[in-house]
């Protein structure tokens, strides 16, 4: 195999694994060799390693030649520059989402997109429903991880309910929340009953439980 067949493979691979662990579904990819040069004989296998694929649309990939043991001759290194894409099927929204709206399974679709650019697409529909939109989109665009954000489940200054599970005993009582948040979140609430002001964890909407206790032990 020739030095730019391997090297467009090697860059193939490893936008293959980074495709992966973005999620994305279905990638597809185009590799060329931007900056082809020719390389002197090798007596010993070449090893192809990776030196910056951070952007895919300019890679970094280094070809070596081992140097044989106890000679000063033989070896050698060579840079080679790839430019990849990427395209694969993204959550996209089907109509204009207002900012603070919370995406529901009609408001997002899966389109083949471009996405070498756009390094936190989301790769599914399910991954961006129920997630709130940080500022307006228009329809037809990629959604981007860093558009959402969890919907605020419980509003500072509302009133929640403060749940405390022991084995199979059930306590609950009113509070007030001093902080906003999301699932999981920890917000300050204030007991209602005797005005001591806790620390809790957001379970669902309007419903807190204390933040001690460990989220494997909820049911």
Aim: aromatic share 2%.
């Amino acid at each position: 195999m020739s030095i730019t067949a391997r090297l467009e493979q090697a860059a193939r691979e490893q936008l293959a694994r980074q495709a992966e662990t973005a999620g994305l579904s279905e990638p597809q990819f185009t590799v060329s060799v931007a900056t082809p040069r020719a390389a002197p004989p090798c007596a010993k296998a070449l090893n192809i390693e990776a030196v910056d694929t951070r952007t895919p649309a300019r890679m970094r990939f280094a070809v070596l030649c081992p140097q044989d043991a106890g000679s000063n001759n033989g070896g050698w290194k060579y840079e080679y520059v790839l430019r990849g894409s990427v395209s694969a099927l993204v959550a996209v929204t089907a109509v204009p989402v207002a900012a603070g709206q919370a995406l529901t399974v009609q408001d997002v679709t899966l389109e083949r997109r471009d996405v070498t650019t756009i390094a936190d697409a989301i790769g599914s529909a399910e991954a961006a429903t129920g997630q709130a939109a940080r500022r307006s989109l228009r329809a037809g665009e990629v959604l981007r991880q860093a558009q959402l954000s969890a919907p605020l489940l419980v509003k500072r200054g509302e009133a929640v309910i403060m749940l405390a599970r022991f084995e199979a005993l059930e306590i609950s009582t009113a509070g007030e929340a001093l902080d906003a948040g999301a699932i999981n979140a920890l917000v300050r609430v204030r007991n209602l009953a005797n005005g001591r002001v806790v620390r809790m964890r957001v379970i669902a909407p309007g419903t807190v439980e204390p933040a001690d206790i460990p989220r494997s032990a909820q049911p």
